[in-house]
């Protein structure tokens, strides 16, 4: 085992705070691709299932803004606490009715304890990983996110797809209930005394390319994770296997970019990690027609997962070294609230381009807007190159 790893693995309190986001995000991804699908069965527009994913993040964003303040007030523990009961509990309302409307009053609700469990779960990671394995520990979060997400977003589908609606509900009900348990035996964290303004009182020239890449990257996942399903018609299957491999290269591309990120230092990753995604979502594109080819998606499935991961932990890594431990709220919460607003964007945005002009071309518009980053991120990669060091601790 690499003396990184076993570090991480000996750092108090940090394996039950990976315990707890793999099953928190099993949890929400469950029902990531069910719930638009469930909307579409019962007579709801693709904008309309889209829609579903992007209230959901609506209300997760609004609620991000608050944690870093909610954070000095009560602690992680108890907004863990309360983001899982939030996230979990209502899903059984799906029980009684999968309409559009109670639908999207429910996806609003699980939003806020989404909203309250990714900040607080992200700025965790920092403040126990020692700071000479951030881009380890943040890969290693993303592992246990990823790898619970192989195993929940195929099996939310297969569950739904087999008739078993009633069951996939309640393990999405129950998966983040079970979080509350790891929560218990993390160890105290000492509450931050930053003032209220944190967030903008990081540098924007900072705060710019992370949160760009990640809001591009997010929206392009948002259409893939909410639609595809749909794209391929009833070939259910499919889609299921292709966001199983997404997950499993987000695992092999976040993690790799955090070992990079320690070795050879930030702001080297960004660019090749969003032409790898972009990639992706351009074979996505062509993948989707026909009813779905399966090489292509299952090509697109892994260039676009890499990318995906690696954009996710630069921009992490450099928001948590440009803020220090006093803002580490902070810039989880500007890192959440980019990565969820471009999922809900991207689900809602993209829920459009499908009913006007087909599937096909919500993947190349999706690929369009990750290229045009390309250029913030190399101006900011050749601003940072003369100081471009490992992350020190």
């Given at each position: 085992?690499?003396?990184?790893?076993?570090?991480?693995?000996?750092?108090?309190?940090?394996?039950?705070?990976?315990?707890?986001?793999?099953?928190?995000?099993?949890?929400?991804?469950?029902?990531?691709?069910?719930?638009?699908?469930?909307?579409?069965?019962?007579?709801?527009?693709?904008?309309?299932?889209?829609?579903?994913?992007?209230?959901?993040?609506?209300?997760?964003?609004?609620?991000?803004?608050?944690?870093?303040?909610?954070?000095?007030?009560?602690?992680?523990?108890?907004?863990?606490?309360?983001?899982?009961?939030?996230?979990?509990?209502?899903?059984?309302?799906?029980?009684?009715?999968?309409?559009?409307?109670?639908?999207?009053?429910?996806?609003?609700?699980?939003?806020?304890?989404?909203?309250?469990?990714?900040?607080?779960?992200?700025?965790?990671?920092?403040?126990?990983?020692?700071k000479r394995l951030l881009g380890r520990a943040t890969g290693a979060q993303g592992i246990a996110v990823s790898a619970s997400q192989m195993v929940a977003l195929p099996l939310g589908l297969a569950l739904f797809g087999g008739g078993h609606e009633s069951v996939v509900f309640v393990l999405g009900a129950l998966v983040p209930l079970l979080s509350i348990v790891?929560?218990?035996?993390?160890?105290?964290?000492?509450?931050?005394?930053?003032?209220?303004?944190?967030?903008?009182?990081?540098?924007?020239?900072?705060?710019?390319?992370?949160?760009?890449?990640?809001?591009?990257?997010?929206?392009?996942?948002?259409?893939?994770?909410?639609?595809?399903?749909?794209?391929?018609?009833?070939?259910?299957?499919?889609?299921?296997?292709?966001?199983?491999?997404?997950?499993?290269?987000?695992?092999?591309?976040?993690?790799?970019?955090?070992?990079?990120?320690?070795?050879?230092?930030?702001?080297?990753?960004?660019?090749?990690?969003?032409?790898?995604?972009?990639?992706?979502?351009?074979?996505?594109?062509?993948?989707?027609?026909?009813?779905?080819?399966?090489?292509?998606?299952?090509?697109?499935?892994?260039?676009?997962?890499?990318?995906?991961?690696?954009?996710?932990?630069?921009?992490?890594?450099?928001?948590?070294?440009?803020?220090?431990?006093?803002?580490?709220?902070?810039?989880?919460?500007?890192?959440?609230?980019?990565?969820?607003?471009?999922?809900?964007?991207?689900?809602?945005?993209?829920?459009?381009v499908a009913g006007i002009a087909g599937y096909p071309w919500v993947f190349a518009v999706a690929a369009a807007g990750i290229v045009a980053v390309i250029p913030v991120a190399l101006g900011r990669t050749i601003q940072a190159a003369p100081r471009a060091d490992r992350v020190e601790p």
């Amino acid at each position: 085992m690499p003396a990184g790893t076993a570090g991480l693995l000996r750092t108090p309190g940090l394996p039950v705070a990976l315990l707890m986001g793999a099953t928190t995000f099993g949890g929400w991804s469950l029902l990531l691709p069910v719930v638009p699908l469930a909307i579409s069965r019962s007579g709801g527009s693709d904008a309309l299932a889209g829609a579903s994913t992007a209230i959901f993040m609506a209300t997760t964003v609004l609620t991000q803004l608050a944690v870093p303040a909610l954070l000095r007030t009560w602690g992680h523990r108890w907004v863990l606490a309360v983001g899982c009961l939030l996230l979990g509990a209502p899903t059984l309302a799906f029980l009684l009715s999968t309409d559009p409307v109670p639908a999207l009053a429910i996806s609003a609700v699980r939003g806020v304890g989404f909203g309250l469990v990714t900040v607080a779960g992200s700025a965790l990671i920092a403040e126990l990983a020692p700071k000479r394995l951030l881009g380890r520990a943040t890969g290693a979060q993303g592992i246990a996110v990823s790898a619970s997400q192989m195993v929940a977003l195929p099996l939310g589908l297969a569950l739904f797809g087999g008739g078993h609606e009633s069951v996939v509900f309640v393990l999405g009900a129950l998966v983040p209930l079970l979080s509350i348990v790891s929560i218990v035996a993390l160890p105290s964290i000492p509450r931050a005394h930053g003032g209220p303004g944190g967030v903008r009182r990081l540098p924007a020239s900072v705060l710019l390319a992370p949160c760009l890449a990640m809001l591009m990257v997010a929206s392009a996942y948002g259409g893939v994770s909410s639609l595809l399903p749909i794209a391929v018609g009833d070939r259910a299957a499919i889609a299921g296997v292709a966001l199983a491999v997404v997950s499993g290269a987000i695992l092999v591309g976040r993690y790799g970019a955090g070992v990079l990120v320690d070795r050879i230092g930030l702001g080297r990753i960004m660019v090749p990690a969003l032409a790898c995604g972009a990639l992706g979502a351009a074979l996505f594109a062509l993948g989707v027609q026909d009813g779905g080819r399966v090489s292509l998606l299952l090509a697109g499935s892994v260039a676009f997962g890499i990318g995906f991961g690696a954009v996710q932990n630069e921009a992490l890594v450099t928001l948590f070294a440009a803020a220090g431990p006093a803002r580490f709220g902070a810039a989880s919460a500007a890192w959440n609230i980019s990565y969820d607003a471009g999922t809900g964007i991207g689900a809602l945005a993209l829920g459009v381009v499908a009913g006007i002009a087909g599937y096909p071309w919500v993947f190349a518009v999706a690929a369009a807007g990750i290229v045009a980053v390309i250029p913030v991120a190399l101006g900011r990669t050749i601003q940072a190159a003369p100081r471009a060091d490992r992350v020190e601790p």
